[in-house]
């Protein structure tokens, strides 16, 4: 008896039968039809209009989102601006990943973010970076530095191969401070080294640093960079070599005693003292006056910078400097003045009926006390002050406690109220204005401090002012 054939599905399962194996229905309706009346393949093409007409439809076109690459230059060195302002403060080292981007970004925001440096913690790591991405160095124009004993043969070293360097601050305090002898507070020759291998080099910024014989001596040589601008300390400044030097611009820390000022060939000029006296202010009254006597070339002094402080010995008590300065402003009444900024520790106290300086447009005046506005008599020493620039277009009052409670949240609580609320509660603000609005300032701004600030602004000198609330990101 012949064996029986073996089933090849089981007769148990639902799906397949003994006979024959079951077709999905879906296969037998696509192998009933033709090849010609079958569905052809979907292009994907049609997928992708599909995709973008569905788009469309969602966003707007006034709402749809763009790209970053679809954005002009000018818009995406913004973004990127905002992006380096914003980045963690606590990496030492600039960020990599944006350069990675695609080939516009790199080349747009590179030479960006590597023009500025400045080395503040941990500096020889930055130190180590900046010495192996060589290909940044070109783009680097200002950096900033803290050299001490250790650590300044390596950072002379990396710097002195920035040879597109324009600008450098450095800080030398922690190179003297390790110093055991005292009187070795010159200048270190490995950094006098590193200028002379710095031929761009236009702004030198020395901090608390003098400028001893040696420095001086290459200062004048043929190898020093040809500078513009210095900041020095000025105890030990050499009225020889500072005339000697053709430079635009000068900060001195610290006025010395026996004071001589370039003021024909300079165009900006700061000068900070806190131990301002007498016998000082009266040598710098007089430099300036035989300066501005001599008549041989006219003055380039367009930018003016005062800070400084006189204790009377008597009292040990800060001290008015108004005759100081209707003495100093009657002595430039000569010059292209074109900026003044004064700071004060004690208000104007006196008439001032010096000459007029047409020339001076803008005015910052920072006083660290209070400035009662409402008292007439104040106000009128004030406005006479005012009153030496009769061109004065743009007014800034900076630090300014112009009534006892008035800082910072005093100006964002001034700029909610309206205009009876503010005449009310704050008249000597309105004084002020009222003051103001027969002058030719079109730009007043009123702050306590480098964050905050209240702007009144007028199209012309007769118009009305229009209050602004600002806040700077200084």
């Not at 994907?44 to 679809?70: D, F, G, I």
């Not at 950096?143 to 800080?171: A, F, G, K, W």
């Not at 000029?269 to 131990?275: D, E, F």
Request: charged letters at 25%; glycine letters at 2%.
């Amino acid at each position: 008896m012949a064996a029986a054939a073996p089933q090849i599905y089981s007769p148990v399962s639902p799906r397949f039968s003994p006979a024959s194996p079951v077709t999905p229905t879906f296969w037998i309706d696509e192998m009933e039809l033709a090849p010609s009346a079958r569905q052809p393949p979907r292009d994907k093409s049609q997928n992708y209009a599909e995709y973008k007409r569905q788009a469309r439809a969602k966003h707007p076109k006034e709402t749809r989102p763009l790209t970053l690459l679809r954005l002009p230059d000018e818009l995406i060195l913004r973004v990127f601006e905002l992006l380096w302002n914003d980045y963690d403060e606590e990496c030492h080292v600039p960020p990599v990943e944006p350069l990675c981007i695609n080939k516009r970004i790199h080349a747009l925001i590179r030479p960006l973010w590597f023009r500025t440096l400045t080395v503040s913690d941990r500096p020889d790591k930055f130190m180590t970076w900046l010495l192996r991405h060589q290909s940044i160095h070109q783009y680097v124009q200002d950096m900033t530095i803290e050299l001490d004993i250790h650590s300044i043969h390596m950072h002379c070293l990396v710097t002195s191969q920035l040879h597109n360097l324009r600008t450098l601050r450095v800080d030398l305090s922690d190179y003297f401070a390790a110093l055991d002898d005292e009187d070795d507070d010159g200048v270190p020759p490995v950094f006098i080294k590193l200028l002379s291998e710095l031929p761009l080099l236009r702004r030198l910024d020395l901090g608390a640093t003098s400028i001893d014989p040696d420095f001086a001596f290459f200062l004048l040589s043929d190898k020093a960079p040809p500078l513009e601008h210095v900041t020095c300390f000025g105890e030990a400044l050499d009225n020889d070599v500072l005339g000697a030097l053709e430079i635009r611009s000068l900060k001195v820390e610290s006025v010395p005693d026996n004071v001589v000022l370039p003021l024909l060939d300079l165009e900006r000029l700061s000068l900070t003292s806190r131990h301002f006296d007498k016998d000082t202010y009266e040598e710098l009254l007089k430099s300036v006056k035989n300066e501005t006597d001599r008549g041989e070339k006219p003055l380039k002094l367009r930018r003016l910078e005062l800070d400084l402080h006189y204790k009377d010995s008597a009292t040990g008590k800060q001290s008015s400097l108004d005759t100081f300065y209707d003495h100093f402003l009657w002595t430039l009444r000569k010059s292209p003045l074109y900026t003044l900024d004064i700071t004060l520790r004690e208000p104007f106290s006196t008439i001032f009926k010096g000459y007029p300086l047409p020339s001076v447009r803008g005015l910052r005046l920072s006083v660290d006390v209070d400035l009662p506005f409402q008292n007439k008599d104040h106000l009128s020493v004030l406005g006479s002050f005012f009153r030496l620039f009769p061109n004065l277009t743009h007014l800034k009052l900076h630090k300014v406690r112009i009534s006892p409670g008035f800082v910072r949240y005093t100006l964002t609580k001034y700029a909610k109220l309206d205009a009876a609320e503010r005449a009310l509660r704050y008249p000597h603000v309105a004084a002020l204005l009222v003051f103001l609005q027969g002058t030719q300032v079109v730009d007043f701004r009123l702050a306590s401090n480098d964050e905050d600030e209240i702007r009144w602004t007028r199209r012309t000198a007769e118009g009305a002012f229009e209050m602004e609330l600002w806040t700077t990101l200084l």
